[in-house]
């Protein structure tokens, strides 16, 4: 037991994979239950990549919330300086939920930059991570958000009484 206890700290931690679920707990927490969402790590408000990217997402609300998506920006507590944005900011306790899905640390010490996309079921349909390019985040985003509007629901009892009338 002891072996594979050593052997978990040095395993690369791997972050949520597409069809994957979200944590309840957070989307609860954050106001994201039942709700198409967009969730997006990043490290300090006051950080100019950062910035970069809560302004881009800030541009980019009115967009999100007319295809039906919420964002919430999710940073640390050392991280939360202030930020004059209309998206709902969070802050993520000790990295709890970070932790949780196991987004890894960049380059060791940064936190990763890591942007979910998430269906109303709260399973993931989307994961970007980009510590160099902000922007990207929220273009990757729109576009998913943008594909899962015009996507059909998937209403398995109507495609088979489909099948009948054939």
């Known amino acids: 037991m002891m072996a594979s206890t050593a052997n978990a700290l040095f395993m690369p931690l791997q ?5 994957e679920s979200f944590p309840a707990s957070a989307l609860s927490k ?6 198409k969402g967009v969730v997006y790590f990043y490290g300090a408000d006051d950080a100019p990549s950062c910035s970069k990217q ?6 980019s609300l009115p967009e999100f919330k007319a295809k039906g998506f919420a964002v919430v920006g999710v940073r640390n507590a050392k991280g939360a300086k202030g930020a004059d944005v ?19 640390k960049d ?15 709260g399973e993931v349909e989307l994961v970007f991570n980009s510590q160099f390019e902000p922007e990207k985040h929220v273009q990757k ?26």
Do not use: C, H
């Open 15 to 19: 972050s949520l994979a597409v069809g």
């Open 30 to 35: 954050w106001g994201l239950k039942g709700k």
């Open 54 to 59: 809560n302004s881009a997402f800030d541009e």
């Open 86 to 104: 209309s998206q709902k900011l969070v802050v993520d306790e000790d990295d709890e939920v970070r932790n949780e899905i196991g987004i890894p």
């Open 107 to 121: 380059f060791f010490l940064l936190g990763g930059r890591e942007t979910y996309v998430l269906n109303s079921k």
């Open 141 to 166: 985003a729109l576009a998913m958000a943008e594909e899962m509007q015009e996507a059909p629901a998937q209403n398995p009892i109507a495609e088979l009484l489909a099948s009948f009338s054939k």
